[in-house]
């Protein structure tokens, strides 16, 4: 699967293989490591991790092995490390890059064990916690106390802390809220030679390189996190939600537009187009969108109550000055889940269109969005695809989705060409291949048309200080050179 120029080749051949075997002397050490029963070699168990949540690549490791604490992951970093054996993180696998493949061999080590809470300190309005504890664990175990942690990927519900970090992940709330790293405080790392360290900690702002920053959207490239400190926030004491149909896509995003230049800032402005909508309502997800409409815009505002009427109303006349046919209001909790529903099951509504689902991410300034999306229905139509937009209008985050069969190789090979001209349409709008979602080993290809390759020299000696031999999540991010570094 990798070039002579060491770059990966294309996504879309999904053949599966396990590559090599690993030297059973390296097994017996990963055995006395954790436990025999916690060492799969089995080349049918190890397809459970030939992939991620981005199917398009597929690639199974040459072994899993599952340990429940540090000290576990340092002497399997050990062991690896001393063998020359490739690292490869894994949380819980939601990812949408390919960045917890082991694309150049190797052993995936999951954190699925290392679920535990380990401390939470209301008055100080921060926990700490094991990476393989699911992000809204980590809420409902700060729930007693008022608290929740904030960045809220879609995903949440089975996404891992340490999956969060490692992708700097982002959500619908992130546009008030900000994301990830704006809550990591303190990080036990596992560098890929086995050494521990402890990245910050209770003080916040160390007195040196901020190092946690560093790691936070390190893809798993400079070690493993084992254990996370983050802050929390109290949670809101109201909310308003509104949801906004429009005839076309290009009204949601100028509302979108007007409504944070008349200085609002909601919570959440999600937006969800026709296609999506059309796959949503013929699910077991209904949630009574209408099928005519063009687009739908889902605004929250959360808070101190007071105020918050007077935001939602001004929101909702934005949306009626960009064109909305209508706004709906939640009365109640009830009401609310309801107007979300249809974007938050949008994902997995999309699984009636076709068998694969290709999940793009790229940013854009908000002001180009109407103008990129445009774009990007003019190469779906070029390229006869099906393209189904569910996004973060708030912050610029598209996530154009391509909806094809792989069995089918025009398609696929349209559906490649396509992806290529609308990650180039994004950049040349001035934004960027990813907003959230990572470079893995997906986007690597495109890094080129972000970075100079003297910038990417930078990230690759930034990445050589925590992993000077390469071993540690190879294949991803950076693009290497010819000749293989
Ligand atoms: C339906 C759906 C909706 C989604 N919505 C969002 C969204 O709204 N916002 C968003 O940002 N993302 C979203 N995602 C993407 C994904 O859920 C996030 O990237 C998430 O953070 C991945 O967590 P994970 O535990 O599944 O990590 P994995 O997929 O297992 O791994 C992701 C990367 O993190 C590394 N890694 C994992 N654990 C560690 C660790 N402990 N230390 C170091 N590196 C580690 C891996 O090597 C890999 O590079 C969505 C995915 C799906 C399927």
Partial sequence: MVSSAGEP???LHPRSRVVNILPSAVLQELILAVGSEWVISDPDRLLVYEADAQTAQKLAPQAVVLPSDTEEVSRVARVLHRHGVPIVPRGAGTGLSGGALAIEGGVVVGTSRMNRILEVDPENRRAVVQCGVLNTDLSAAAA??????????????????????????????????GVTSRYITGLRVVLPDGETVWLGGQAREAPSFDLVGLFVGSEGCFGLATEVEVALVPVPEATRTLLAI?????????????????????????IVDQNTIKAVEASIFAAGYPTDAGAA???????????????AEEAARCCEVAGARGVRRAESEEERLALWKGRKKAFGAMGRLAPDLLVQDATVPRSRLTEVL????????????????????????LHPNIVF??????????????????????????????????????????????FSPQELEVLRGVRGVFDPEGLCNPGKVVPELEGGR
């Fill in 9 to 11: 080749q294309i996504l």
């Fill in 144 to 177: 007693p106390f008022g608290l929740h942690y904030a960045p809220d990927p879609s995903s949440q519900t089975a996404c891992t802390i340490g999956g969060n970090v490692a992708e700097n992940s982002g959500g619908p709330h992130c546009l008030k809220y």
């Fill in 246 to 270: 429009f005839e076309t896509l290009g009204d949601a995003t100028r509302a979108v537009t007007s409504i944070i230049s008349v200085g609002l800032l909601p919570a959440a402005l999600e």
């Fill in 297 to 311: 815009l889902v605004v929250e505002f959360d808070g101190i109550d007071a105020g918050l009427e007077l935001e």
């Fill in 374 to 397: 445009a774009r990007i229905s003019e190469v779906a139509e070029r390229y006869d695809i099906q393209v189904a937009n569910v996004f973060h209008a708030g912050d610029g985050n």
């Fill in 405 to 450: 069969d792989r069995r089918d190789p025009d398609e696929t090979r349209r559906v490649e060409d396509a992806s290529k001209e609308i990650m180039r349409i994004c950049v040349d709008a001035g934004g960027t291949i990813t907003g959230e979602h990572g470079v893995g080993a997906d986007k690597r290809k495109y890094m080129p048309l972000v």
